[in-house]
């Protein structure tokens, strides 16, 4: 079977997409041909008009971790002199700030910090959710939650357990990275592994909390690498959906930034092509993604990565959510992108610009009311051309 044939039976029959056929269609199919199959599938799922956004902030309470990935240039060894871990109150600060400017939910990871019981972790929850009970706790990834687990000698299901009765809301998607054991191996082996996170995200579904799935690509992996990651986010979800009417909300993926780490360094000098990714090549991956996931409501842009430009391609190409204005981060940033700051006005006009009405959201992706976007046109410049690379 071509892509031609693939794209024609995923309209006329509503076919599900398999994973050799999306392989197909990654490797085979026009951009142009794979873009405008992904917007039908948008608006079919979430109409062609609105494109929400969030207003959070990230919050890396602790840089210690023990598990060395190669391509992560935030984190610290225990005993390194660069070493931090912030206290409740600094925290509450940060939360309070975000307030300030009308944010829902604070995203918060950090490292696997073997000095932390489960007790540091409850203890903040709980004093968060007290001093600030109408901001979501989106907090600890799910190689965080096992790291928990290790110390305090219970179960991961315990720990979420434990966790959710602190107040925490939901686990964000961080660490998933790319599920294939052989990639993974390779660039994270401290790591747990693709069934580990898998069974972690399990666990909190089957809790009620809010999750989310992200992909990292580009290290040199194969096509068919890529689509399988997909595909264990697509069997866990309709997994979920069926036994806990609970699930993904959104699907995020980016290419790796290499600049200031490990793994960029120790590969420096192969082909360009093997490496990282480009504008065209994420644009294909985020079409793939919103044929692939017809379980997953939302495919999110990843401006932060990619620039907001990029971002616009891909609100046309598939994607229906611009992601978060991002107040802090500093766990990407710390690898050399210099792409992570948006103001709320830059990231409404961005899609204005591409031709939607900006609507804010929670994490859950229930809409919030929304302050009018039209009076930040005038002040904005256009963006800059877009140009493709691979």
Not at 42 to 57: Q, W
Not at 174 to 192: H, Y
Request: hydrophobic share 35%.
């Amino acid at each position: 079977m071509d892509w031609q044939e693939i794209l024609a039976n995923i309209f006329s029959e509503g076919s599900r997409l398999t994973p050799e056929e999306a392989v197909i269609l990654y490797r085979d199919a026009p951009l142009h041909e794979l873009r405008i199959a992904a917007n039908s599938c948008r608006v079919k799922m979430n109409g062609d008009r609105e494109v929400t956004y969030l207003i959070d902030r990230n919050i890396n309470y602790t840089n210690i971790c023990t598990i060395n990935c190669q391509f992560c240039s935030f984190y610290r060894p225990p005993g390194h002199d660069e070493t931090y871990t912030q206290t409740i109150d600094e925290i509450s600060n940060r939360v309070r700030e975000l307030e300030n400017i009308e944010g829902t939910r604070i995203l918060m990871q950090g490292g696997v910090n073997p000095e932390l019981g489960i007790e540091y972790y409850t203890e903040l929850l709980s004093s968060l959710r007290s001093r600030h009970p109408t901001i979501d706790l989106d907090c600890f990834s799910p190689i965080e939650i096992e790291g928990i687990a290790e110390v305090t000698g219970i179960s991961t299901l315990e720990v979420l357990t434990h966790l959710k009765t602190a107040g925490m809301h939901g686990l964000p998607g961080g660490g998933a990275e790319m599920l294939v054991e052989s990639v993974r191996t390779d660039v994270s082996p401290k790591k747990g592994s693709p069934d580990n996170w898998l069974n972690v995200m399990r666990e909190a579904q089957s809790l009620g909390l809010v999750t989310s799935a992200t992909n990292v690509f580009g290290f040199g992996e194969s096509i068919e690498n890529r689509v399988e990651h997909m595909q264990r986010i697509r069997e866990l979800q309709d997994y979920s959906l069926e036994n806990y009417s609970n699930g993904f909300t959104s699907f995020i993926a980016w290419p790796v930034q290499l600049e200031n780490n490990s793994y960029g360094k120790r590969n420096r000098g192969r082909n360009k092509f093997e490496l990282g990714a480009g504008p065209t090549e994420y644009l294909r991956h985020v079409a793939i993604s919103r044929l692939f996931f017809d379980n997953i409501e939302h495919i999110q842009a990843s401006w932060p990565t990619m620039g907001l430009s990029i971002a616009q391609m891909a609100l046309l190409g598939g994607a229906d959510d611009a992601g978060s204005t991002m107040m802090e981060e500093n766990v990407v940033s710390a690898s050399g992108t210099d792409k992570m700051q948006a103001t709320e006005i830059e990231l409404q006009d961005a899609i204005v610009r591409a031709g939607f009405v900006p609507r804010r959201r929670n994490s859950r992706y229930e809409l919030l009311d929304t302050p009018d976007a039209k009076s930040s046109l005038s002040e904005m410049p256009a963006p800059p051309p877009t140009q493709f690379a691979s």
